[in-house]
């Protein structure tokens, strides 16, 4: 089993910067790629960004060029940097990683930006 836990949300103006971790727990040598989702008010959770093992990238045009994703496989964290953020990045952001036979998710981190 894998225990993902998040952190480093909160209240933010916009155009700030938050760089919320994920640290992950337990059983990480099954760990294969990572990814965060983030669901906004009243919305379905997506995927915003994604992470293979060896540290190749991808992003939901909607973040690309603001949040950056990297991890530290030595700490088992991944973190998400979030840039020039705006109103409509408000939400709750989900941790996700991928293991050999399941997926695991994070209890999710709240992400306020105030105009």
């Known amino acids: 089993q894998v225990q993902l836990v998040e952190s480093g949300g909160g209240l933010v103006q916009a155009g700030g910067p938050l760089r919320p971790p994920c640290a992950a727990r337990?059983?990480?040598?099954?760990?294969?790629?990572m990814a965060w989702y983030r669901r906004a008010p009243g919305k379905q959770r997506n995927l915003v960004a994604h992470?293979?093992?060896?540290?190749?990238?991808t992003y939901v045009d909607s973040v690309k060029g603001r949040f950056t994703t990297s991890r530290d496989n030595a700490k088992n964290t991944v973190y998400l940097q979030l840039n020039t953020l705006k109103p409509e990045d408000t939400a709750v952001y989900y941790c996700?990683?991928?293991?050999?036979?399941?997926?695991?998710w994070g209890q999710g981190t709240q992400v306020t930006v105030s105009t």
């Open positions: 996700n990683a991928q293991g050999d036979l399941q997926h695991y």
């Open positions: 337990g059983s990480t040598s099954s760990i294969n790629a």
């Open positions: 992470i293979t093992s060896g540290g190749s990238t």
